[in-house]
């Protein structure tokens, strides 16, 4: 799909129809990103532009850490052509999309902003799995899909700093926590 792609040039929709993608912020790269005869494709471009929108996400769609883990409301980004890019064009465009299985997009609500602060903003774009969390075949959906187990919270193993502990301590770490939920 489009979201897989640096750029996009996708025509725009009035927002009271039905569409796969919002717009909601447009930022520029910061002034610490080289941008120079650079490729849009290089990684630190990619990084800043991916963690600008990650905030910006955040304070939009508003809900909790978990909320946010448990939603298939996701944040993707664009930049400009490498021909803009290479012309000066350093903006980033930040869209919300819904990942109904990992290849098709869903409808989005009519309101997004803070939509994770709702009461019921789960019940429709809640997090599921076809087949075993964490196994070969496993593949995540929203629940209005086919789906055989159910996300029903979101934690946290160790701080934002740690180093992710690897697989064995994740899952150990992970079973103790979900058995006391």
Not at 30 to 57: L, M, W, Y
Not at 151 to 172: E, N, Q, R
Request: aromatic share 8%.
């Amino acid at each position: 799909g489009d979201i897989s792609h640096y750029s996009n040039t996708t025509a725009t929709v009035d927002c009271a129809k039905a569409h796969t993608s919002y717009t909601f912020a447009v930022q520029s790269l910061p002034d610490s990103v080289n941008v120079t005869g650079a490729s849009i494709g290089n990684r630190s471009i990619q990084h800043a532009a991916s963690e600008g929108c990650k905030d910006a996400f955040t304070t939009f769609i508003g809900g909790t850490e978990a909320d946010r883990e448990l939603s298939r409301l996701t944040v993707t980004y664009f930049l400009p052509s490498q021909t803009g890019f290479d012309r000066g064009a350093t903006w980033v465009r930040c869209d919300v999309v819904a990942l109904m299985t990992p290849r098709t997009l869903g409808p989005l609500p009519a309101q997004l902003k803070g939509f994770l602060d709702g009461d019921h903003a789960l019940d429709e774009y809640d997090l599921c799995s076809q087949n075993a969390p964490g196994s070969d075949t496993a593949t995540l959906v929203m629940c209005k899909e086919h789906h055989t187990y159910r996300a029903l919270d979101a934690i946290k193993l160790g701080d934002d700093t740690a180093p992710y502990p690897g697989t064995t301590v994740a899952s150990t770490g992970g079973q103790q926590k979900c058995a006391d939920f």
